[in-house]
């Protein structure tokens, strides 16, 4: 899990959290993450950049 539930309560205040957000933004975050590396990868590199996403 990537993501921190509690984080989400504040940065979303007045709004209620489904107990699968968290899991769903995870799973995002996750596969936004392994598309990044294999951007860097296919450009010759190890080091993962903002300009990866």
Known sequence: ?????AKLKD???GYNV?????????AK??????DAAARAESNG???VMAKDL
């Open 1 to 5: 899990m990537l993501v921190v539930k």
């Open 45 to 47: 590199r190890k080091t």
């Open 18 to 26: 489904a107990g699968d957000l968290a899991e769903a933004l995870s």
């Open 29 to 34: 975050c996750e596969q936004l993450l392994k």
């Open 11 to 13: 940065a979303l205040p």
